[in-house]
């Protein structure tokens, strides 16, 4: 007999009272003798759905989630690919993607507005991350208990919140504005929130149920906001609406999902979650300003020129971030590995070797994106914005370079925490957010759009020689430490 989620819980409850169960519904007992054709109406996902369901259900009666039978495989190469690249390309379009349906349903001037509450929410996000991912997933040996982890993110997620509210007081934003910024910061704290437990799964080797998970959030979010958007063309309910399917995600998904398909953790000591917050600051700090850095024109931005450019900048940026997106999830899923390469004094030079092949990846990808986006990219822009950008033709292939440093930048200060070497990251950001900062008041003010647009390549050129030179620095140190008398 095929029952629905409740009859399935009925019928564990009676048996626990050891008292005769009530009669399945009638759905149920009309399908009893006919799997064949309930299986036949019932589409595939309304099937998973069901599954999922009565899974949690039956989780919740038994009391514990991480004390069930795992049901997924790992060590899945293959759908841990597929799966992070879907899950990573959605995320990462998410900014697009939104900008666009809002430039579409609400003109450029609301879209701006959210464009902007989108870019301060994601320095929420890093801070609520605090810089624990990449030193999560390369914990092989667990040093510190997921639950640990766990007290560790909600306590940054927290603090991000109160800064975020700080953030829009100190603006003195009107209540719209707020109410944009509530709904957009409320996603991207779930986001935040959600990656520990996404690292959880990354660390189990089941990388490809984190990028199911990241897939469904990001695109339960997409279809809220644009149905919202579609009835009410009002920014500040399609936000809110936003804000509380990210909630529902969490809460119905990712955090089941985790603890489900995880080995249950070892209690929380408060002693783990300090040393995490002590090791993790300069991930956090470098993490942090690196966003901040890459914020600051549009900040500057807000205060000197029409909402609309923000859009224009976000527009531009996308060839950018999608350089970002491609090198993220070609090394992304391998970090791992690399710490066990790493972990290994033989294997160095093979170390050494998959950098090399990943800065060549790196520059090859940037070029590809360049052609793509001076032949059809920026004519296809134009059609999905609605807005002429054959005029920002020059600006564009600036910023298809700085994704390419971007991308450089992002592999190396993985590598760096894979060396246990963060600590020695941190003042180069610092240099180069106050270059950013200078260059973005004075640039801005003076050119408008093309001055932020410059001011960030240039910030983000400069932080690449350093963070290259840094990195030679710490391999020196190392052979240095392994052998005292080499040059």
Known sequence: MSLNP??????KLAERRGTPAASPSRAARANAGHPAARRRRQPYLARLVNQWWTRLLQSVYKGSLSEQEEEYESHSASRDYVWNTIGTTVWGMSLPILSIIATQLAGTEQAGMFSLAFSTGMLLMYAANYGVRNFQVSDIDETHAFASYQINRWSSAAAALVLGILYCTVRDYQPYMATICAGVYLFKLVDGIADVYEGRLQ??????LAGISQTLRSGAVFLIFTLFLLVTHNIAVASVAMGVAAVASLALVTIPLALLETEKSRRWRMEEVVDLFRQCFPLFAALFLFNLIETMPKLVMEGSLPYENQIYFNALYFPSQSIQIIIGFIYKPQL????????????????DLIILAMVAVIVGVTAAVGILMATVGIPFTSFMYGVDFEQFRFL???MVIAGGVIAAIDFLYAIVTVLRRQGSVMRLYLLAFVAVTALSLVLVNLIGLTGAVVSYLASMTFLLVLLVLEYLNIRRAIRKERNPFSS
């Open 6 to 11: 409740l009859d399935t819980l009925r019928l």
């Open 203 to 208: 660390q189990a080797d089941k990388l490809y």
């Open 336 to 351: 791992v590995r690399l710490a066990n390469i790493w972990s290994n004094p033989r294997k160095r030079r093979r170390f």
């Open 396 to 398: 564009c292939y600036l």
